[in-house]
């Protein structure tokens, strides 16, 4: 009965990927970055049905909001785990998002 108590307790507390929901004002002060973006184009250079390799997605710089002081430009790309249970993102080619 015990190894059933700690099994249950131990799944209830761990969750992957979960966030504290918070206001976007405070999620926007604590980002480094913050920009909207347009994805141009997905790439998946491992696809080899694992899910444990990064998805790059191609993305156009719409406008930034926020970036590091030393950083003239954002980068082009966005890497991303290719799985959702490791907090991987699933954007959609020709879609626009506000990215941080």
């Known amino acids: ?11 209830a507390t761990s969750r992957a990927c979960s966030c504290f929901p918070q206001p976007a004002e405070a999620v926007f002060c ?13 790439t998946n250079p491992h696809n080899d049905n694992t899910g444990m390799h990064d998805v790059i997605y ?3 710089h719409i406008h930034v909001f926020k970036k590091p002081p030393r ?11 290719s799985s959702g249970a490791t907090c991987g993102l699933y954007l959609q080619v020709g879609k626009e998002y506000l990215l941080s």
């Open 30 to 42: 604590e980002v480094d970055f913050a920009s909207h973006v347009k994805v141009l184009c997905l």
């Open 1 to 11: 009965m015990r190894t059933i108590i700690f099994v249950l307790a131990y799944v």
């Open 58 to 60: 191609t993305v156009n």
């Open 71 to 81: 950083v003239s430009t954002l980068p082009p790309v966005v890497f991303t785990p």
